[in-house]
């Protein structure tokens, strides 16, 4: 990388895994896209229960598509990018309510009960 060029100049010109893979010739469907989307989610896991190990609440908040091109802009954040979420933490105005769930046996299928 020239000495010239920035950081963020550098990600925007990078290839992910996905567009390299994508512009692969394959007979087999890739699996690229799914496993970013699971690498996504335990980052956010990660992130998430490390906050809350450190004493800070956390909520996670998931983008709407509408509003992608408007935050690319205003953060500059490459288009090539995907926004998934937004972790939002801080201080803890206090702890969680309790929370109602129905029976699990309405809420997960057992295949071959």
Known sequence: MAASKTF?????????????????????????????????AMHQYVLWTALEAEGFGANLQHYNPIIDQKAQTH???PMTWSLKAQLVFGGRAGEPGEKQFQPIEERVFVHGK
């Open 8 to 40: 963020m100049d550098a990600v925007k010109t990078r290839r992910t895994y996905y567009q390299i893979n994508k512009e692969a010739s394959s007979k087999l469907p890739s699996p690229f896209p799914q496993w970013s989307e699971h690498t996504s």
């Open 75 to 77: 953060w500059k954040i």
